[in-house]
C-alpha cells in the first residue's frame, strides 16, 4: 500500500532516521552496542538524496558512522549498475556498511561482489 500510495520513501527515511536515534540511546545506557541493519527500498534507492539523507540520518541522532549498515537488494544494483557503484562508494565514503540482502535470488552475478565493494 505505501509503494503504491508513493509514500514508502518517507516511511523509509522515517525509519532510517529512527533507528540511528534509537542505536545510539541504546548505546549511551549501555544497553546495545552492535551495528544496526536498516533495508533501503527500492525508491529510497533511487531517490537523488539517498546519500544526504543517510548523512542527516547519522548527524541528527549522533550514531557513529560503522554503526550503520545499509541492505539493499541485487535488483536494484541491476536496474543502472553505474549509478548503483556511484552511490554505495558515496555511502561507504561516510563510513556506512552496505549489504546485498538477497543474493542470488534474482540477477545473480559473483561480479556485482567484485565491483560494488559490499561490506558484507
Known amino acids: 500500500m505505501a509503494e503504491e500510495t508513493g509514500i514508502i ?3 523509509g527515511w522515517w525509519v532510517l532516521n529512527e533507528a ?9 545506557t549501555g ?12 525508491n529510497q ?3 537523488e538524496t ?22 539493499i537488494t541485487e535488483s536494484m ?3 543502472d549498475l553505474e549509478r548503483s ?3 554505495l562508494n558515496e555511502i561507504r565514503a561516510l563510513g556506512v556498511g552496505v549489504s546485498l540482502d538477497d543474493f542470488g535470488t534474482g540477477y ?13
Open 85 to 87: 557503484v556511484r552511490i
Open 45 to 47: 534507492f533511487r531517490d
Open 50 to 71: 539517498v546519500v544526504k539523507q543517510v548523512a542527516y540520518a547519522l548527524k541528527t541522532s549522533g550514531l557513529a558512522p560503522s554503526r550503520l549498515n545499509l541492505e
Open 31 to 42: 544497553a546495545l552496542n552492535v551495528p544496526i541493519s536498516v533495508n533501503l527500498s527500492f
Open 20 to 28: 540511528c536515534r534509537q542505536m545510539k540511546k541504546w548505546q549511551e
Open 9 to 11: 520513501r518517507e516511511i
Open 77 to 79: 544494483m541491476a536496474e
Open 108 to 120: 545473480s552475478s559473483l561480479s556485482y561482489l567484485k565491483i560494488c565493494r559490499l561490506t558484507s
